[in-house]
């Protein structure tokens, strides 16, 4: 499947998602399961010693064993939390070994889920001059791995690693985007960074500490309403003496915050990465930690064929072990009855929800400039055919739009496939229409170049594309590029084709990590190259309004004016699958059961205890 | 002699800058930006250009060679600009931005693996198919000749993935009687070292096996229809003395060349043995660096492995020429 | 040639009735069949044929050559009172080499190329008994001393490539005669050499024969060459003897007639160029579908004088036609005397 695509994974390092609102089990379990961050379960999780296990008889969460996780992957992306970037990444660091001032709560239910805890912080943030001034207070007895405190300047020193772009690099950059540092002619932010220094009288009065080194205050250049989640992707500290630059992490292991350390990290086909306890956290300066396992350890360089098959057996270690990353298609009709319910004998220990992906595809709007060709192009769509040759029901529903409705309130239905196009089209596309459409449209039918990764699947995909385009009238061209650097082409207008196929996950439940991205020129995944003056303004009004729910109505709003646009045709929502060893369990899943988490698309790292 | 060996590596280490040259002429010429694949999310004008910067990229190609060129001899920093740059002394093979490592070190871990992995595999299909081989051989249209080569046939027909496969699903997951392979050095672990390598030195050995024992069968037959051999008897020496000193010495001669040549192409890495049983090898390692377009990685491992190619082509053609005297380097 | 040897009761090698058969798919091939010689001690004697009439396969059979999992021998063969045939493998083994030696038609690829000339002559002598490198070395040395190799002592170390053709057949005879045999079967030996070195050769093992009293099979084609070396002359057609005399006698009055073709093939300084060669026609029978009666009658173009049509049906027996001399014919001798005298008469140049 695509989604397996090394290319396409590199390209959509991730960020969050909430709100699960089509999952199965998702609105049954909302009430009966506490929020993880208010409510400590009834076990003291003390470091370095044997845990106190007060509860002997009853069922729950429990301290102690190793935690196995199984991955495809050589590596880690990247350890250095300026630079970790990518979904299940940061869903792991964020529960073992880096704290940031703010994190998403362990939850099945995603709205739940996608509210923000207090982490480092006493609570979620302060905003004040209309959300241009963000304020955090730091908890008392924080420490790194070494003992020292983590203070303010920790903080600012890790967020103004960001900076310095010749070096730390793949990583998120809201820091660059958001705090009030002038921007050079050039584009590029006045401060360097604090390897080159330049700027640094810049930086330090965009982020300012209060003298005790307990309050930390970040002036934005622009009302920023989600601050308090911008916070979670890059903001973790890192203490200025330890920092070696680009081999951060790596060459040594990376000072931990969290309640474990990296014991020892090698990559490759066998690689191993283990982590331990780490001796100087403590549960007292921290409630939204609750680190059952005593260890971790990663499994690099695994086939993922054989990462399904080890789980599906559960043997050995094996049954204390989850994959990192999702299933394999061959083995979905083994674990599950249907796209959405595990077979019997898998409940609680498998799952099949959204991910936090959206697939398109972008036209690119300067070469295809006419209104009623492009809602052509999406009535001819046989996005029937496209779903079956993808994976059929277990790659995910049809898209309306590209606000996926695990992000929560900023979905609503578009009516893209019932209203917009101007009348109903259904799933396997109506040619009839579409040639009507290209008539209407004042221009004769265009030749039409498709852009697609080659793959095998893309490759079937492409062929569906072409003869349902054609169906209509259009003449359509391929154009197949290599797989590992279908963006990096796509993204050149003048190596791109016409259309091709696109996919997007969001940073954090807002869609405000979605539309602007997407539409706008300084989004950075334009790949449509929309540059619309009036709509740049209303994207603005959007990102800076402060009364959340006022500000779902607006993306709802943008999300339609999108589809309207046809800027890219919907094509899916896609589910992703996941599978546990048979003696793990979560603090706060149905029955203690396996759930993915929506923050991030991922497995509930800091959730998961030993069942003994 | 030694003139010759002298003329073959100046050759080696033209073909080797030839090579290296070609490896990043080819990558420039491939579509996509790595600058841009290895910017991360959503990257902006600039950001690309920044970490092209860091890259090395941004240089001409023809400085960017010659940067790789004095690292090998001098030794190269990369990121200048951290609190702790990255010191790559000579012969700095370069550094790898993707994995934060490098390149040198990165080969040097997953060399060890390939070199258990051939070794292993290689001294089980030069054992088993040379002695089914001659036992063949010597049983020539009897029974035994005819059961070795219907084995062969089967052992040749079936691809490598599917043997892996196979023996993983049955071997591993089914009947439990080994652990997942799980690689660790043989000097630190003996005997989970033999748990994970029996598997791919078995499907590594079973393909060359075949291919090994039809070669010794027809060879030795040949060589047993040779007039020295008929000689050798006729002077009245024993049967095993004309078997083996005068037809199997002849008659393995040119399996000298070929078991020197697929032992160099699996010291370059068994992609996909390596692959399907999770070893850390240099094929896996090659696989990755191709498909994260890591410029550095792909050119050492070119560099390292054709290095191994042509050195171990050199020894063969020596040991060939030690071993018949009729052969002459010049 | 005349040769001193003691008359004895018994010759020095008897072979009777010797049949050499090997099982194929096609069916058996019967490579020799009720072949019987006997040669006294120090005689030479030459075994003429074409390719595949057997002659190859009987000097194997002598040496014990022949791989027993493949071919049935039968009948006998008694070298110097002792039988050979019913002899144990390890028995044969001991007598190859030390008392009856072979030299063979290539000495290139009879050679064994990985090895030094001196080290494959020293592993005959260590074949058969235990001596000191350092003297067996010295052995070799005068051996090819012996047949006429230059500067030995540099050629001892010489590989068979480095050797001229004619240098490697002499390296053969060198290490055929390093233990002294009684006898040595030489297999077409000069064949694939030169002319010029051809006569060198046979010279060669003429005189060592002389020297070292030597029973000598001379296995050969080429009636050309026989007139100089042998004593006696045996055809082989068929994997069957079909004439036997001494060479002078089967010179001058050959009466077999495919003994009379092959001298009618020979080329000949002492023959007028207008007398054309006459090469048998026809080819020679497979050894798997013998011919029912006599195995020459297909080429033969005398047989419509034998009444009946004897040569179709019966197999001709070899017969005495004078002392020494047996033929296998069903002409009547007189008319194969005629036939003869005829045909020596063109080749002789008269009318």
């Given amino acids: 499947m695509d989604r397996m695509d090394k290319g396409w994974f590199r390209a959509l390092t991730l960020g969050a998602v909430a709100a699960l609102a089509l999952s199965a089990c998702g609105g049954s379990t909302a009430t009966s399961v506490p929020s993880a961050a208010s409510q ?71 709205p739940t889920a996608s509210k923000l805890s207090a982490d480092l912080a006493t609570d979620t943030g302060t905003p004040t001059d209309g959300a241009k001034t963000w304020t955090f207070t730091l908890r008392d007895g924080v420490t790194f791995q070494d003992g020292s405190p983590i203070t303010c300047a920790d903080i600012a020193y890790g967020a103004s690693r960001t900076f310095a772009t010749d070096v730390i690099n793949q990583g998120p950059t809201y820091a660059i985007a958001y705090l009030d540092i002038p921007t050079l002619a050039d584009g590029t932010s006045a401060y360097k960074g604090p390897y080159k220094g330049t700027g640094q009288d810049l ?96 499994d690099f360089g695994l086939d993922p064929k054989v990462i399904d098959q080890r789980l599906i057996q559960s043997t050995g270690n094996d049954a204390f072990a989850m994959q990192y990353g999702g299933m394999q298609p061959e083995n979905l009709a083994t674990v599950f009855a249907d796209p959405k319910t595990p077979n019997t004998q898998f409940v609680g220990r498998a799952d099949s929800s959204y991910d936090i992906y959206d697939r398109y595809l972008w036209i690119n709007v300067q070469k295809v400039s006419n209104l009623q060709i492009r809602q052509a192009m999406a009535a001819a769509l046989d996005r029937s055919a496209l779903r079956k040759n993808a994976g059929g029901d277990f790659y995910g529903d049809y898209g309306d739009g590209t606000i996926k409705p695990n992000i929560g309130a900023d979905y609503a239905p578009t009516g893209m496939w019932d209203t917009l196009l101007g009348q109903k089209i259904p799933d396997t596309g109506d040619p009839a229409y579409a040639k009507s459409l290209i008539a209407k449209s004042g221009v004769a039918a265009p030749t039409l170049t498709y ?162 | 002699m030694a003139a010759y060996v002298v003329r073959r590596l100046i050759l080696m280490v033209a073909l080797l800058f030839v090579l290296t040259a ?74 790898s931005f993707t994995r934060h490592e490098q390149v040198l070190t990165l080969i040097a871990k997953a060399a ?101 024992m039809r070669l010794t069968r027809n060879q030795v037959l040949e060589t047993l229809n040779e007039d020295y051999v008929r000689t050798a008897r006729a002077k009245g020496l024993p049967e095993r003395t004309v078997v083996v000193k005068h037809a199997l010495r002849a008659g393995l001669t040119p399996l000298v060349t070929a078991a020197g040549m697929d032992l160099a192409y699996l010291l370059g890495g068994a992609i996909i043995t390596e692959s399907i049983f999770n070893l850390p090898g240099l094929g896996a390692l090659a696989v990755s660096s191709v498909l994260e377009s890591d410029l550095p990685l792909i050119t050492g491992i070119t560099l390292v492995t054709s290095t191994v190619i042509i050195v171990a082509n050199l020894v063969v053609d020596l040991l060939y020429a030690v071993i018949d005297p009729r052969v002459r380097l010049a | ?195 010029t070195v051809q006569a060198q050769i046979l010279e060669l093992i003429t005189s060592l024969q002389d020297e070292f009293g030597i029973t000598v099979i001379m296995i050969t084609h080429d009636l050309g060459i026989v007139a100089d070396v042998a004593d006696d002359v045996a055809v082989m057609y068929g994997g069957r003897i079909v004439e036997v005399a001494p060479t002078g006698v089967l010179y001058a009055q050959p009466e077999m007639p495919y003994t009379l073709g092959l001298l009618s093939s020979i080329p000949r300084m002492d023959r007028e160029l207008s007398v054309r060669l006459e090469p048998i026609p026809g080819n020679p029978p497979s050894p798997i579908h013998l011919p029912l009666g006599c195995v020459f009658q297909p080429r033969c173009m005398y047989s419509d004088r034998v009444a009946g049509g004897a040569c179709l049906s019966v197999r001709p027996d070899l017969l005495a036609t004078a002392a020494g001399h047996l033929v296998r014919c069903h002409l009547p001798a007189e008319e194969r005397r005629q036939i003869s005298q005829g045909v020596l008469n063109v080749l002789a140049g008269g009318s």
């Fill in chain 3, 1 to 195: 040639m005349t040769t001193p040897g003691r008359p004895a009761e018994h010759p020095f090698l008897e072979i009777k009735d010797l049949g050499v058969a090997f099982p194929t798919e096609d069916g058996l091939v019967r490579a020799v069949e009720g072949v019987s010689l006997s040669i006294e001690r120090g005689r030479t004697l030459a075994i003429v044929g074409e390719s595949g009439s057997g002659k190859s396969v009987t000097a194997q059979a002598i040496m014990g050559l022949i791989d027993r999992k493949i071919a049935t021998v039968t009948g006998e063969i008694w070298l110097d009172g002792q039988e050979l045939i019913g002899l144990p493998a390890d028995d044969l083994q001991a007598l190859r080499g030390a008392q009856v030696a072979m030299i063979f038609q290539d000495p290139m690829s009879s050679l064994h190329p990985f090895y030094r000339v001196g080290d494959q002559i020293t592993e005959a002598i260590n074949a058969h008994r235990s001596i000191r490198a350092k003297a067996a070395r010295a052995m070799a040395l005068e051996m090819l001393r012996r047949v006429g190799i230059p500067a030995p002592e540099r050629r001892i170390d010489d590989y068979p490539h480095q050797l001229s053709g004619g240098m490697r057949q002499r390296v053969m005879i060198a290490m055929a005669l390093i233990n002294a045999p009684k006898m040595l079967i030489a297999d077409e030996p000069t064949t694939a050499l030169d002319v």
């Fill in chain 1, 451 to 612: 852009s697609y990764p080659d793959t095998p699947v893309q490759g079937k995909a492409a062929a569906i594309v072409q003869a349902s385009l054609q169906a209509a009238g259009f003449t359509v061209k391929l154009q197949p590029l290599p797989s590992g650097s279908y963006y990096s082409t796509v993204f050149d207008p003048k190596k791109a084709g016409d259309f091709g196929t696109g996919g997007w996950g969001p940073d954090w439940p807002n869609a405000s990590t979605v539309i602007p991205p997407l539409f706008t020129q300084e989004g950075g995944w334009d790949l449509s190259q929309v540059n619309d003056t009036a709509f740049n303004a209303e994207v603005k009004a959007a990102q800076t309004e402060t009364d959340r729910a006022k500000q779902s109505t607006l993306w709802q709003a943008l999300n339609v004016e999108t589809m309207k646009n046809v800027w890219v045709i919907p094509t899916f929502f896609p589910l992703a699958q996941g599978m546990i060893g048979t003696k793990l369990a979560t603090g706060t899943g149905p029955n203690g059961g396996f759930y993915r988490w929506g923050p991030y698309g991922s497995n509930p790292y800091g959730d998961f205890y030993v069942k003994q």
């Fill in chain 1, 40 to 110: 400590a379960p009834g076990v003291s999780t003390q470091p370095s010693t044997a845990p106190a296990t007060t509860a002997p008889a009853t069922a729950g969460p429990k301290s102690g064993g190793t935690v196995y996780l199984l991955t495809q992957a050589d590596q880690f992306d990247q350890i250095d939390p300026q630079r970790a970037y990518t979904g299940e990444d940061l869903a792991f660091f964020s529960a073992t070994i880096y704290r940031s001032l703010t994190a998403f709560t362990y939850s099945p239910d995603n």
């Fill in chain 2, 112 to 212: 060890p693996t390939t070199f258990w992995l051939a070794i292993g595999a290689f001294i089980m299909w030069i054992i088993t198919g040379i002695s089914l081989g001659i036992f063949a051989a010597l049983n020539h249209g009897h029974w035994p000749d005819r059961l070795v080569m219907g084995i062969s046939l089967v052992g040749y027909s079936l691809p490598s993935f599917f043997i892996g496969l196979v023996l993983i699903f049955f071997v591993v997951i089914k009947w439990s009687w080994l652990p997942f392979p799980s690689y660790v050095s043989p000097f630190d672990n003996p005997f989970q070292f033999l748990q994970t390598m029996i598997l791919p030195w078995i499907v590594l050995a079973v393909l060359n096996t075949a291919f090994y």
């Fill in chain 2, 22 to 95: 070609a490896v990043f002429v080819l990558f420039t010429l491939l579509p996509g930006d790595p600058a841009r694949l290895t910017c991360g999310k959503a990257c902006s004008a600039q950001t690309i250009e920044a970490n092209r910067h860091r890259l090395g990229y941004d240089q001409p190609i023809l400085t960017q060679y010659e940067e790789f060129l004095s690292g090998l001899f001098v030794g190269r920093t990369f990121s200048a600009d951290s609190p702790e740059p990255i010191v790559c002394n000579a012969p700095c093979l370069g550094y």
């Fill in chain 1, 203 to 298: 930086y330090d009065k965009a982020v300012t500490c209060s003298p005790d080194g307990k309050t930390i205050t970040f002036h934005l250049k622009l009302a920023v309403a989600d601050f308090n989640y911008t916070v979670t992707l890059g903001f973790s500290p890192v203490p200025k003496a330890a920092d070696t630059g680009e081999s951060y992490g790596v060459a040594k292991p990376p000072v931990a915050s969290g309640p474990y350390m990296v014991q020892s990290y090698a990559t490759g086909k066998g690689g191993k990465m283990i982590l331990v306890r780490n001796p100087k956290w403590n549960q007292a300066s921290d409630s939204y930690h609750h680190p059952y396992p005593d260890q971790w350890e990663v």
